[in-house]
């Protein structure tokens, strides 16, 4: 696991596993400073690397009047105060190529979206940047097939690189965990297991989309097993009321003895 290259990244060190945690999107200063503080406790007192999440922005919406964002700028600027007030790197997706710069100016990790990994032009944007860039496995590919996507990004002179995964489409609506590809993608690049997106239930018919979280622990507990560099988990404090994927996040208040949970078998998986 290599994420010197990511500023403010804390608690670095080879046996222990790093973070990506926030809320899906970014719904007010409020609430992601919010978030930040209380991951950011957790994180120091348990020496994890955290890098905060939140999207500026949701393009990928099952219904036109799905919540879509509070101002791409507005949103942007608030990551940037979490980044200065916490001391932490912030990752956020980008959608297209005219994202990717203008991201860059606030955030240390530019996220591809899984559906959009196989865009060469918004890879070559992304990596252009010099930021780190976070390849989320489509949900309709192999995890060999991501050794591609990384390739273009290393193409650009750029290798600082990610590679996380979020399942795969297991009939129309629901996701499977194939761990075999952890190792195989490790091969290619630090690698993350989107543990929250995993348990999504997409095409919903009411166009909301629908999910697991009373499986997180269990998906969890079997990336770190496994191995995986780093876990990516969406939280909230209130997640009925989260105006995005508030099915499948997890709780705020369950956060931190999920991670206690996880840095034990951590350990115990170095010893051998």
Do not use: W
């Not at 995993?198 to 097993?225: F, H, M, W």
């Amino acid at each position: 696991m290599n994420l010197h290259h990511i500023p403010k990244i804390k608690h670095l060190n080879s046996g222990q596993f790093f973070l990506l945690a926030g809320p899906c999107a970014i719904e007010g200063e409020d609430m992601a400073m919010r978030i930040a503080e209380r991951l950011v406790q957790i994180t120091d007192l348990l020496s994890i690397p955290l890098v905060f999440k939140g999207s500026f922005k949701k393009a990928n919406r099952s219904r036109i009047d799905s919540f879509s964002g509070i101002g791409d700028e507005k949103a942007l600027k608030i990551l940037r105060k979490v980044s200065e007030t916490f001391s932490v790197p912030t990752v956020t997706d980008i959608h297209k190529e005219e994202d990717a710069v203008m991201a860059a100016e606030y955030v240390d990790v530019l996220q591809i979206p899984a559906f959009l990994v196989r865009q060469t032009d918004l890879l070559i944007a992304a990596a252009n940047t010099g930021k780190t860039v976070n390849l989320k496995k489509g949900q309709f590919m192999s995890p060999e097939s991501m050794h591609h996507a990384v390739q273009k990004v290393l193409d650009c002179h750029n290798e600082n690189i990610m590679v996380t995964d979020r399942g795969s489409m297991f009939g129309y609506q629901d996701l499977v965990v194939d761990f075999r590809g952890i190792p195989t993608m490790q091969q290619y690049a630090t690698t993350v297991l989107d543990v929250t997106h995993s348990l999504q239930q997409p095409n919903q018919s009411s166009g909301v989309t629908g999910g697991r979280p009373d499986r997180i622990e269990t998906i969890a507990k079997a990336g770190i097993a496994v191995g995986v560099d780093g876990i990516f988990i969406e939280t909230h404090f209130d997640p009925a009321t989260a105006k995005s994927d508030g099915a499948n996040m997890l709780h705020l208040d369950y956060f931190e003895p999920l991670m206690q949970r996880l840095v034990a078998i951590r350990q115990t998986i170095n010893q051998f």
